[in-house]
């Protein structure tokens, strides 16, 4: 009979919370941490598109090519958009815009250029 009589000690409910509020900020710190190391890349996919924008610019500028279009380069979409200026009537304000896989926008290139006649 006294092996039947044996107590266990069990946890109070102030352990348990205490155990819990530790568990849960080293779980909160590793997500950030995690979310960090996720946007590390981010800055390559900006260098990326700034060169891809930069580029589409200049030749842009070499071809005289004053009208719309729309480029893929790899998971990147390079949009170019003429309008004329606001002020000035001949020029012509040239965008680029640069957006990823998922129609995020990366980055933005402006340019005012003399409208030739």
């Given amino acids: 009979m006294k092996l039947l009589k044996k107590y266990l000690k069990g946890n109070t409910i102030i352990e348990v919370l205490i155990a819990l509020a530790i568990t849960s900020f080293c779980s909160g710190l590793a997500v950030i941490i995690y979310l ?3 946007k590390s890349s981010l800055p390559f996919f900006k260098i990326k598109a700034v060169e ?3 580029i589409r610019m ?3 500028l070499l071809k ?3 009208f719309e279009e729309t480029y893929k380069e790899e998971e990147f979409t ?3 958009t003429i309008s004329s200026h606001e002020l000035f009537n001949d020029c012509y304000v040239i965008r680029m815009v640069v957006f990823d896989g998922t129609k995020k926008k990366l980055f933005e290139l402006e340019n005012v250029v003399y409208r030739d006649r």
Avoid: C, P
């Fill in 36 to 38: 960090n190391i996720q």
């Fill in 52 to 54: 891809l924008a930069e």
């Fill in 58 to 60: 200049k030749e842009t």
């Fill in 64 to 66: 005289r090519t004053f």
């Fill in 78 to 80: 390079v949009k170019k």
